[in-house]
Each structure stands twice: as structure tokens, then as C-alpha cells.
């Protein structure tokens, strides 16, 4: 029914996550209506990306150049590291401007159905990294599911004797949320993490 080339495109689409066959098909149809202003930048970005980015030989962060951007500025806070689970988490945490110190990324969380087990994440470089003397605090920044949970507890365990505070993100009740649209794990969560107003 389609050619060669158009099948390929769909198929390679469809690879990417949140997209599904029907998705990758809408997108394929969109970029060939559009091969000058779509097609063509797009082909020329992913081929610089390809050539040009590299995983930050600090944090193993996504950069230009390494280390990246983050662990080479200067008027960052070294006294911090912000252990998260993917790159994705560490861009959401910089969209909002609050956290001014530096970041260490997993590359995943331990996982026994996925054959995930320590070796396979970041987790020795971290350890070096948390018995620099100017590191104070190591904070886990991981989702709140079992394997999140259970990767938590690990590096924990593995920090312990590293002479850094530990300290994780809070859970519960996230900002405008209605009590009884919450599951009660959040519930759950955000009784036990409550704390004193006054």
C-alpha cells in the first residue's frame, strides 16, 4: 500500500515512547506534506545530535560538550548532588529554577523483572562523588514506585558511610490536588511526611 521508505519512516516513529503505529502513521503523513520546512531541519538536527552530543562524564547528563554545562558552571552550588532517575527528570527539576546545585544521573532504577541490578545504573560514580569533601547533602530525587522506592533504599544503604547528609524529595499532596481525587499511597504518603505549622 506505501512504499519502502514511508513504511520505514512510520516504523522508526513508532519507536519513540508515546507514540503508537496510528500516531507514528499522522506524524509520517504530516512531515512529508511539509519535506522543506519539516523533513529537511529535522534530518540536518538529528544528524548533528548524533554527531556532536555526549553523556557528561561527571553526571552523565546529555551535553555538547563534557563535563556538561551544569557540572562546568561555576556559580553552581557544589555543597549539593540531586540523584535522579533519568535525564528527563534532571531537565524538570532545571525548568524550575529552584535548585542551584549540581545533579547525578542513574540511568534507571534497580528493577529484578527487568534484570536491572546495581552494575547496570551510575551508582559507583555516585559514591565517589559523595566522599568529595565539598559535598554536604545527596538528594534522592527518585519517582515514588516500588522500583524508585527500592533504589532509594539502596543508595541509602551505599551512602551511609560516604559522611553526607542524605535526604530525599517530599511526597503527598502535590499543590492544588483535591484529597479525594488522591490514591491512597499519596494519602498515605503525605500523612506520614506531614509536619508542624506552628
Do not use: F
Not at 55 to 75: F, H, K, R, W
Not at 177 to 195: C, E, F, N, V
Amino acid at each position: 500500500m506505501i512504499g519502502k521508505e514511508i513504511d520505514t519512516l512510520i516504523h522508526l516513529l513508532s519507536k519513540l515512547p508515546g507514540i503508537g503505529p496510528r500516531s507514528a502513521r499522522r506524524l509520517a503523513l504530516q512531515m512529508l506534506k511539509q519535506k522543506d520546512s519539516l523533513i529537511l531541519p529535522l534530518s540536518e538536527a538529528l544528524q548533528n545530535a548524533a554527531k556532536t552530543v555526549k553523556t557528561c562524564e561527571v553526571c552523565c547528563n546529555l551535553d555538547t560538550v563534557s563535563p556538561c554545562g551544569i557540572c562546568s558552571d561555576t556559580a553552581r552550588e557544589d555543597g549539593a548532588i540531586c540523584v535522579v532517575e533519568q535525564i528527563g527528570d534532571l531537565w524538570a527539576l532545571e525548568r524550575t529554577r529552584a535548585y542551584r546545585g549540581r545533579y547525578h544521573v542513574l540511568g534507571g532504577t534497580l528493577s529484578a523483572l527487568d534484570n536491572v541490578g546495581p552494575e547496570d545504573l551510575s551508582i559507583p560514580a555516585l559514591t565517589r562523588r559523595a566522599k568529595d569533601e565539598n559535598v554536604q547533602e545527596i538528594i534522592i530525587a527518585l519517582n515514588a514506585t516500588v522500583d524508585g522506592q527500592t533504589t532509594a533504599h539502596y543508595l541509602i544503604d551505599r551512602l551511609q558511610y560516604c559522611n553526607v547528609k542524605v535526604t530525599r524529595l517530599a511526597h503527598g499532596v502535590p499543590v492544588g490536588g483535591a484529597l479525594d481525587y488522591l490514591d491512597d499511597g499519596t494519602l498515605i504518603t503525605a500523612l506520614k511526611a506531614r509536619s508542624a505549622l506552628a
